[in-house]
């Protein structure tokens, strides 16, 4: 009885520092999951327009259809 009982509190102390070091890890290392030092330029309105004049129109062919 004393043995299940040290057992089960051993594995609740294990959950509760898991769990501490997981959160501990999400709460440091969070911030660097973005990265704010570099931005892509925004297009110019004139270039946004003229790319999607002169892409070709997509066309899709089911696989039913090819050789």
Do not use: Y
């Not at 110019?44 to 899709?60: G, I, N």
Request: hydrophobic share 45%.
């Amino acid at each position: 009885m004393q043995d299940k009982t040290t057992e089960s509190i051993e594995v609740v102390a294990a959950i509760i520092v898991t769990a501490g070091l997981v959160m501990g890890n999400l709460a440091l290392f969070a911030p660097l999951r973005t990265d704010n030092r570099t931005k892509p330029p925004e297009p110019r309105p004139q270039q946004a327009t003229a790319a999607a004049e002169s892409a070709p129109k997509a066309t899709f062919v089911s696989a039913a259809v090819l050789p």
